[in-house]
């Protein structure tokens, strides 16, 4: 895979991070071809998205519009090095992620991971996505109400692309935390795979 190429592809998620997590639904139209499809898989009943939408502007309602409405202070963390990332005829498969937010209505922690499928179009010029499936393998609801666990969780992190042996070093002490108050971060110290 030439570099050139790659590096449109960095660009388009890292637009699609933008967009999704600050709620900017335009950003999706310069990622995604018109024509687009997104598909989800859940493996956890703590979060609903339609199975499927196709089109950009469904695209960005589903993911920035009705998605920002819910939650807020979203970071969402591609579990890779932005230069080790691999791409085979025009796809980058099993790119594990991870996502830290809240949802303020319910005084809520949401942290959640799993992996995106990312299909792009075949101009070299401007590549856009064509195909982006989300599959959730896990998504906890954990009470914060004054949001200090999602501070913590999010601090000292690389945005947004960070290297599993940081996420593992980061989530592994505050697991580690006497208070015990963290726990939980040890299931997600590791890439869904």
Not at 159 to 177: E, I, K, M, S, V
Not at 180 to 185: Q, T
């Amino acid at each position: 895979m030439k570099n050139s190429l790659l590096a449109h592809y960095r660009h388009a998620l890292e637009t699609y991070i933008d967009a999704k997590d600050n709620t900017k639904p335009a950003r999706i139209h310069e990622a995604f071809a018109p024509e687009a499809v997104l598909t989800f898989s859940l493996a956890t009943q703590n979060i609903a998205f339609p199975s499927r939408s196709v089109g950009v502007k469904a695209i960005a309602k589903t993911l920035v519009g009705d998605f920002g409405l819910r939650y807020s202070h979203c970071r969402t963390y591609y579990l890779c090095a932005s230069e080790a990332l691999v791409a085979h005829e025009r796809v980058i498969d099993a790119l594990p992620w991870l996502v830290v937010m809240r949802e303020a209505a319910a005084g809520a922690l949401r942290i959640g991971h799993g992996t995106y499928r990312w299909t792009f179009d075949a101009n070299d010029a401007a590549p856009r996505v064509v195909q982006f499936h989300i599959r959730i393998a896990r998504m906890d609801v954990i009470d914060d109400p004054d949001g200090a666990l999602l501070t913590r969780l999010q601090d000292g992190l690389s945005y947004p692309w960070l290297a599993p042996g940081d996420l593992a070093a980061r989530y592994g002490a505050l697991a580690d935390d006497a208070s015990g108050s963290f726990a939980f971060a040890r299931e997600f110290a590791q890439p869904a795979r």
